[in-house]
């Protein structure tokens, strides 16, 4: 078996006295797994995104990512641990118009302590990887949203994270782009990268997930695993 990256035990997350936005759940995900969260809006899949990357803490139960109880961090320690140890990917890209693709992608490394040169070696292979470095000095509002998207996930993979968190990533492409990140994470599954997605594209969990967990009123619903259609 595989060293679990991350595992919940027992998380909920309740906001004043209402309804638990998520409610004891646990789940493991082991180092490898390309695992797609799903189900219908507000049914707790952002909150759940949220507790594995630091953003929110539960009410109660334990969130552990890499070996870390991440629920037990400080804000600032919490901010360090997902610059080293999580790449984030999200919608609208977050990207910064001012700089350029280059520079968006070295950002997180800069803000890590990463030598200046050793992050430009580190962001120049990423590009050239993801087939964007002709871009490198081009400003982000240049580019296609497909484009965008790989710079997106460039900079997520920066400082070699043990987990990739993405968060609806094809939700603001067109099919043409969607198609386009699709091949992408089948090529950072087929690489050995840990992924969970939480989209409510059911072509991109179907295309790139091995497993799908299904959440409906903040519990898990259906946890399946299975094999990627290729």
Do not use: W
């Not at 360090?80 to 997180?108: E, K, S, W, Y």
């Not at 087939?131 to 993979?157: D, F, K, N, T």
């Amino acid at each position: 078996m595989t060293t679990p990256v991350i595992e919940l035990s027992g998380a909920s997350r309740r906001y004043d006295q209402g309804r638990a936005a998520l409610d004891e759940v646990s789940l493991t995900v082991r180092a490898g797994e390309s695992v797609a969260i799903l189900g219908p809006s507000g049914s707790g899949k952002s909150t759940l995104l949220n507790l594995i990357a630091g953003l929110d803490r539960p009410s109660s139960g334990s969130v552990t990512v890499d070996g870390v109880r991440v629920d037990q961090l400080g804000e600032a320690a919490s901010a360090r641990f997902r610059r080293a140890r999580i790449g984030m990917v999200f919608q609208f890209f977050n990207l910064l118009d001012d700089l350029t693709v280059a520079d968006n992608v070295v950002l997180p490394a800069e803000l890590a302590g990463m030598a200046r040169g050793e992050a430009r070696r580190r962001a120049a292979e990423l590009l050239d990887v993801l087939g964007i470095a002709r871009h490198a000095r081009a400003h982000p509002g240049r580019l296609s949203g497909g484009e965008r998207q790989r710079v997106a996930v460039a900079r997520a993979l920066m400082n070699r994270p043990a987990l990739l968190l993405a968060d609806e990533p094809t939700g603001a492409l067109d099919s043409a782009a969607g198609e386009d990140v699709k091949a992408l994470f089948n090529e950072l599954h087929a690489d050995g990268q840990t992924i969970v997605t939480v989209t409510h594209d059911l072509t991109l969990a179907q295309a790139c997930a091995t497993r799908t967990v299904t959440i409906a009123d903040g519990r898990i619903a259906r946890d399946v695993t299975r094999a990627v259609a290729r």
